[in-house]
C-alpha cells in the first residue's frame, strides 16, 4: 500500500543533542512537508520541499535542517539550536487529492 | 488575528445529534479549502475538501460562503466514532500557504 513512513514513533534527546526524523513515501509525490504541533495549537509549518535537491523554510525553521536528495526521503534534523524541541512533528506530502500525513513522531527533550 | 480561526470546543453532544462547526479565514485570496479529521495522538487525516457549491458526503456537509470568508462542517446523526478533534485547512495558494486552524474538538456521548 502506499503511503509515508515516519520513524522513530518515539524519541528522546538530551539537551544540546541533534536528532534526526525519518520521512519516507511511496506514493510519488514531488512536494513533501514537515510541520510541528504543539497542544492546543495548529500545525506549523518548518520546512517545505517541491522537488529533489529544493527546499524551503517555513514559518518556524530555525533550529532545524532538511535535505532532500531522494524523492522518497524528507529527513528533518533537530539541532540543539532548536530550544524548545518537544512536540509532535507530521510529515507530509503532497498528491491530487490533498495532503497525506505520515503517523508522526513524537519527541520529547529529557 | 489568526489566519485561520476555530472554536476550540469541546463541542459535548449526544449520539444522534447534528452539530455544527465554523471556520474562518483572513486572507480572501484563498484558493482550496479542507476539513481533516485527527484523533487524539495520531495524524490529521483528510475528510473532506470544500467546493463553492457546497458538498456532501454522507452524514457530512461541507459549505464556504467566500463573501463572508468562513467555511462550515455539519454532521448529522452523531456517532460515538465521530468523536475527534476537527481542523479546519486553508490554501492561500501555493506549496507553502496550507494554513491549519487549531482544531474543534468533538465528544459524542451515549
Known amino acids: 500500500d502506499g503511503g509515508i513512513t515516519q520513524s522513530p514513533k518515539y524519541l528522546f534527546r538530551k539537551e544540546g543533542q541533534n536528532v534526526t526524523l525519518s520521512c519516507e513515501q511511496n506514493l510519488n509525490h514531488d512536494a513533501m512537508y514537515w510541520y510541528r504541533q504543539d497542544p492546543g495549537q495548529g500545525l506549523r509549518l518548518i520546512y517545505y520541499s517541491q522537488i529533489v535537491n529544493d527546499f524551503q523554510k517555513g514559518d518556524i525553521a530555525e533550529g532545524y535542517s532538511v535535505s532532500r536528495e531522494k524523492k522518497e526521503s524528507f529527513p528533518l534534523t533537530v539541532t540543539s539550536a532548536q530550544k524548545n524541541p518537544t512536540a509532535f512533528y507530521l510529515c507530509a506530502s503532497q498528491g491530487d487529492y490533498g495532503y497525506t500525513f505520515g503517523s508522526g513522531t513524537r519527541l520529547t527533550v529529557v | 488575528r489568526k489566519e485561520v480561526e476555530q472554536d476550540p470546543g469541546p463541542f459535548n453532544v449526544p449520539e444522534g445529534a447534528t452539530v455544527a462547526f465554523n471556520c474562518t479565514y483572513s486572507?480572501?485570496?484563498?484558493?482550496?479549502f479542507f476539513w481533516y479529521r485527527q484523533d487524539c495522538r495520531k495524524e490529521p487525516k483528510l475528510l473532506m475538501s470544500v467546493y463553492s457549491s457546497g458538498n456532501e458526503d454522507g452524514r457530512f456537509t461541507a459549505q464556504l460562503n467566500r463573501a463572508s470568508q468562513y467555511i462550515s462542517l455539519l454532521i448529522r446523526d452523531s456517532k460515538l466514532s465521530d468523536s475527534a478533534t476537527y481542523l479546519c485547512?486553508?490554501?492561500?495558494?501555493?506549496?507553502?500557504?496550507?494554513?491549519f486552524g487549531a482544531g474543534t474538538r468533538l465528544a459524542v456521548h451515549p
Open positions: 485547512v486553508v490554501n492561500f495558494g501555493g506549496y507553502n500557504k496550507l494554513i
Open positions: 486572507n480572501s485570496a484563498s484558493q482550496s
